[in-house]
Each structure stands twice: as structure tokens, then as C-alpha cells.
């Protein structure tokens, strides 16, 4: 029996999430600075994904305004400093606190919409967003020694990210229906490639063949194969699919951050993700915050 759009979309969504549980990874495994990692992985990824955009032919005939060159330019530098920041929020605090930190992003980008788009701020995304930084308290809280400046300075890292990604997102969605995604990914990538060519360090590459085979699968596995799949998923699966289905990224990250690296997540930080966690399944698929209930009707 062949499985319909949604299902294939489902599917093709969960394996993408899969994958990017375990970037983190293959980004402490490779022992490469946050920018030498993004520079291989603009490198590798674009050269996959402009074969692939070749094979297609999306590259022809293609012409761009200049303010869509600006938007295509704005969403590259957003994107590549936020994967700096995430790739060094990974070593300050670890895999699974990051990445649960970085999902809310799609708060960010609500409040970006608003301030860029006009779009409307209802009471109930404001309450979502309430329990998503709460939970943000509750994960960065002090124990008893006090604040860890180290951890801090990683969730702010994680922050800044999920902000830049934010932006990306924003500036894509203005070029969607203009351009192909893979287009502007493959964009991006070349972007990024030029401007880490001068940010890297070149002195300090890897010597050994673990390090080289953990960047070449950032680059091959992890940005052409699941930027790909991500777009397949984007097109055949409904809207709310793809927003449950997109919180099985934290849960492999914390996973694979545990059986990995020995990192457990303490007890109070398990509450603080979940609140996160909940808040953005609940605000992406539009759920009524509970307390907020319909107005009531005036009779005449």
C-alpha cells in the first residue's frame, strides 16, 4: 500500500529530526573551533547542494532584485553566526541544555514578525512565551555554589542563535515563492564559505582521520541530506505534523548528549525544558492557552 503525501512527509520529517539530534556530536567530535566547523561545513554543504540545485536545473534563468540580493546576503550572515554561536554553546554548556535552549527560537521569531511584519501579539502567545523564558529561569537557576559563569555564557550563546536563526527564517520567508529553498541554501552556503575563509583558522586543522570524517559528515550529512529532506518534509507534511514532529530534535539531542558524553540533565533543568518544550508544541500548533478563555458574549 503506498504511503500518502503526509505520511512521507511525516516520515522524511522524523529522520531529519533524527539527524540534527546529533550535530552536536559531530561538532565536539570534530575538536575544530566553532568557525573552522562552520567553514567545512559551508564548503562541504554548498558543494552538495549546488550539485544537487545543477542536477535540477534551478540555477537557470535566475535573477534577483536588489533587495532580494540584500535579503539573500542578510539571511546568510544570520544563519552562519548562528551556527558560531550554537557550535560554542555546545562547549560551554552541553548538547542537550543548548538545544533545548535554542527551541525558542520560534518565540523569537513571533516577536521579530511583530516588530518587522505588524503581525498581531494574542494573549495566549504571550502566555506561551511567559512559560518558555520561566522555563529558561529555571534551567540557568544557580544550585548551591552559586551562578556558573561558563554554563551562563553558553545559554547566552544558545540565545543568540536561536535570535539569528529567528532572522534567517524571517528573511527566507520574504524570498519564498521567488526563489527554491534549495537555491537560497545553496546560497548561503557560498556566502559563508567566502566570508570563513577569512574567519578560520587554518593552522589548526585536524590530525587525525576521526576529526576529518566527523566534519565531512556536518557537511555531506548534516546540511545537503537533511537540508534536503527538511524540504521534502516542508512540502508534503501539514503544518501541525511538522511542529511535533520538530521536538524530536531536543529529545535525540539530550539522548545522544547522555550516552555520549556522560551529560545528565539535572532535575530542576528537566523542569525548565519541559515547560519550554510543551510551550512551543503548544504554540506552534496553536493551542489556547488555558487560563484564557473566550470572551464572553454581550447580549443585546
Given at each position: 500500500?503506498?504511503?500518502t503525501d503526509e505520511k512521507q512527509g511525516q516520515i522524511t520529517m522524523a529522520i531529519a529530526m533524527?539527524?540534527?539530534?546529533?550535530?552536536?556530536?559531530?561538532?565536539?567530535?570534530s575538536g575544530q573551533s566553532p568557525l573552522n566547523v562552520v567553514f567545512f561545513r559551508c564548503v562541504?554543504?554548498?558543494?552538495?547542494?549546488?550539485?544537487?540545485?545543477?542536477?535540477?536545473?534551478?540555477?537557470?534563468?535566475?535573477?534577483?532584485?536588489?533587495?532580494?540580493?540584500?535579503?539573500?546576503?542578510?539571511?546568510?550572515?544570520?544563519?552562519?553566526?548562528?551556527?558560531?554561536?550554537?557550535?560554542?554553546?555546545?562547549?560551554?554548556?552541553?548538547?542537550?541544555?543548548?538545544?533545548?535552549?535554542?527551541?525558542?527560537?520560534?518565540?523569537?521569531?513571533?516577536?521579530?514578525?511583530?516588530?518587522?511584519?505588524?503581525?498581531?501579539?494574542?494573549?495566549?502567545?504571550?502566555?506561551?512565551?511567559?512559560?518558555?523564558?520561566?522555563?529558561?529561569?529555571?534551567?540557568?537557576?544557580?544550585?548551591?555554589?552559586?551562578?556558573?559563569?561558563?554554563?551562563?555564557?553558553?545559554?547566552?550563546?544558545?540565545?543568540?542563535?536561536?535570535?539569528?536563526?529567528?532572522?534567517?527564517?524571517?528573511?527566507?520567508?520574504?524570498?519564498?515563492?521567488?526563489?527554491?529553498?534549495?537555491?537560497?541554501?545553496?546560497?548561503?552556503?557560498?556566502?559563508?564559505?567566502?566570508?570563513?575563509?577569512?574567519?578560520?583558522?587554518?593552522?589548526?586543522?585536524?590530525?587525525?582521520?576521526?576529526?576529518?570524517?566527523?566534519?565531512?559528515?556536518?557537511?555531506?550529512?548534516?546540511?545537503t541530506i537533511m537540508y534536503l529532506m527538511l524540504y521534502t518534509a516542508f512540502k508534503k507534511a501539514?503544518?501541525?505534523?511538522?511542529?511535533?514532529?520538530?521536538?524530536?530534535?531536543?529529545?535525540?539531542?539530550?539522548?545522544?548528549?547522555?550516552?555520549?558524553?556522560?551529560?545528565?540533565?539535572?532535575?530542576?533543568?528537566?523542569?525548565?525544558?519541559?515547560?519550554?518544550?510543551?510551550?512551543?508544541?503548544?504554540?506552534?500548533?496553536?493551542?489556547?492557552?488555558?487560563?484564557?478563555?473566550?470572551?464572553?458574549?454581550?447580549?443585546?
Amino acid at each position: 500500500m503506498a504511503l500518502t503525501d503526509e505520511k512521507q512527509g511525516q516520515i522524511t520529517m522524523a529522520i531529519a529530526m533524527v539527524i540534527s539530534g546529533t550535530i552536536g556530536y559531530f561538532v565536539l567530535k570534530s575538536g575544530q573551533s566553532p568557525l573552522n566547523v562552520v567553514f567545512f561545513r559551508c564548503v562541504i554543504g554548498g558543494v552538495g547542494l549546488a550539485g544537487y540545485c545543477l542536477f535540477k536545473g534551478y540555477l537557470k534563468n535566475l535573477y534577483l532584485s536588489k533587495l532580494q540580493l540584500f535579503l539573500l546576503f542578510a539571511g546568510a550572515i544570520t544563519l552562519i553566526f548562528n551556527w558560531v554561536f550554537l557550535f560554542t554553546a555546545y562547549n560551554l554548556t552541553s548538547i542537550g541544555i543548548t538545544t533545548i535552549i535554542y527551541h525558542l527560537q520560534p518565540f523569537f521569531l513571533l516577536f521579530f514578525s511583530m516588530l518587522a511584519l505588524k503581525e498581531k501579539f494574542s494573549r495566549s502567545s504571550f502566555c506561551w512565551l511567559a512559560v518558555a523564558f520561566f522555563g529558561l529561569a529555571v534551567i540557568v537557576s544557580p544550585e548551591g555554589n552559586g551562578f556558573d559563569s561558563r554554563f551562563l555564557l553558553g545559554c547566552a550563546s544558545a540565545l543568540c542563535a536561536a535570535m539569528l536563526y529567528a532572522i534567517t527564517t524571517l528573511m527566507t520567508k520574504k524570498l519564498s515563492g521567488i526563489v527554491r529553498p534549495e537555491v537560497i541554501a545553496t546560497s548561503h552556503m557560498a556566502i559563508g564559505a567566502v566570508i570563513f575563509l577569512f574567519l578560520a583558522d587554518f593552522s589548526k586543522l585536524p590530525e587525525h582521520p576521526e576529526a576529518w570524517r566527523s566534519i565531512f559528515i556536518l557537511g555531506a550529512f548534516h546540511t545537503t541530506i537533511m537540508y534536503l529532506m527538511l524540504y521534502t518534509a516542508f512540502k508534503k507534511a501539514s503544518t501541525s505534523s511538522l511542529a511535533i514532529l520538530g521536538f524530536i530534535y531536543p529529545i535525540v539531542a539530550v539522548v545522544v548528549d547522555y550516552y555520549a558524553f556522560g551529560h545528565l540533565i539535572r532535575p530542576h533543568q528537566i523542569i525548565g525544558a519541559a515547560l519550554i518544550l510543551v510551550a512551543g508544541i503548544s504554540y506552534n500548533r496553536g493551542v489556547r492557552f488555558p487560563i484564557i478563555g473566550r470572551r464572553p458574549e454581550i447580549k443585546t
